[in-house]
Every structure is written in C-alpha cells, then in structure tokens.
C-alpha cells in the first residue's frame, strides 16, 4: 500500500529541484543516485551552509549510513517538523520510499517558505506566524472581560442573595408583617404563599365524597369535594364487562 502512493511525477520534480539547487546529476535510478547520501548533504548544504560538516564519500555501507543520519539531522535543525522526517533503512533498503518522498516535499516547501529561488516550482510554502505581543497590564484587563458570545450580566446584581439552602422570609408592609430581621428576608415582589392553605386536603390516595347542596346531597366529612370539582352522579357501569365479546344491535331489527 505505502508503494502505491509513491508519485512518478512528484519524483521527477524532485529530481529537477535537487539538481537545480546542487548541480549534480541524479542518474537514472532516483534511489539509487540517493542511497549514499553524498547528495542529499550537499543539497543541505545549499540550503543551509555548514549544516553538514562532514560528507563521507566512500562506498562503505556504514559512510553512506552515516551521511543520511547526518542529513535527517541537518532537515530537523533547518525547521523540519519531526513528523516529516524518514529514517535511514527508508532510503538505504528501499523501505518506505514514500516517506521519503514526503520528506524531500517538505523540505522544498521549507526552503520555500525561508526565501531560496530555484527555478523549480516545487513544495507547499509554509504559512508565516504572526505573534502579538501585549504588555502586562493589557494581558490582566482581558481576563476580566467576557464577550457577548457568553451573554451579559450587565445591570444585574446579587445584593442580599444569601447561600443556597437558606431560609428566607416573606413580608409584606402593608399587611403589618414585620420589617426584615436580616438579608435572608424577601419582599413580595418575589412572590408570596401568604393566605394559601392546605387545610382540608387528605393524604393522596384518599377517598373523596362529592356531594350537591342543591340537589339533597350531603357533605360527608372535610375529604368531600364539591360540584365545581367535577361530579360522577348518575354514572353507571351497570352490565360492563372486560375482556368479554359485546354484541351490537338495533332495535329496528331486533
């Protein structure tokens, strides 16, 4: 899979850029005119001078290992992102030829974005940072501002709220309700219970009579409840059975 996604025309443009910037010739075996390093090093060199002091240029297979170390170093101290990077068995052994397809793109873009003119339109230039700097004062005023993306407490307050749980008193001046003891006391702006009553009402589940004063009916006991709650006289489920098949019919025909 990782050989399927190696480009031909990406490695063509690649071998256009590198021996544009150094001035040698690849050959015609990409991977092989790159295993020993000799160029890569001098493409960094180009790049960045002296970023690889030494360049073995014998044919052991440890001198051409150590050139590639040497130029993964030198692309990490030129801004390389680690990500970007390949190992040395991915170019020396053909391991993952793509890996080092990417880097090299990268590294074109890198010398890009730092300004180097080739010729070679090759690599995506990296975007530029743009770092704000704010004094101390700035940096404290902004953490006590929240936008108006958070909503806004503007105009509100808190005064006399107590913490959560605590019992608050109702009064009203007008009704010769005392005065607030302390800042636990609400007014009636807040709303009220005064005058409510629960008396008479039974436990749930309990028994409710209803009864009519005008049509005989008596009032039971204080669990009953009158006709403006509703009434159920004169209801029947006389003959009613569940489950049970029920017959239609029409006294015309029956």
Sequence with gaps: ?????????????????????????????????????????ELMNKLQPNSVRKINRLAQNWHQLENLSNFIKAMASYGMNPVDLFEANDLFESGNLTQVQVSLLA??????????????????????????????????????????????NKCASQSGMTAYGTRRHLYDPKNQILPPMDHSTISLQMGTNKCASQVGMTA????????????????????????????????NQSGQVFGLGRQIYDPKYC
């Design 1 to 41: 899979q990782l050989a399927q996604k190696y480009d031909p025309q990406k490695e063509a443009e690649l071998r256009t850029w590198i021996e544009s910037v150094t001035g040698r010739q690849i050959g015609p075996d990409f991977q092989k005119g790159l295993k020993d390093g000799v160029i890569l090093c």
């Design 107 to 152: 590294l074109a873009g890198m010398a890009k974005t730092k300004g180097l003119q080739s010729g070679v339109d090759i690599g995506v230039k990296y975007s530029e940072k743009q770092q704000r700097n704010f004094d101390e004062a700035k940096m404290k005023a902004g953490q006590c501002v929240i936008g108006l993306q958070m909503g806004t």
């Design 204 to 235: 749930p589940g309990t028994r409710r009579h209803i009864y009519d004063s005008k049509m005989g009916t008596e009032k039971c006991d204080n669990s009953s409840m009158s006709l403006q709650m509703g009434s159920n006289q004169g209801a």
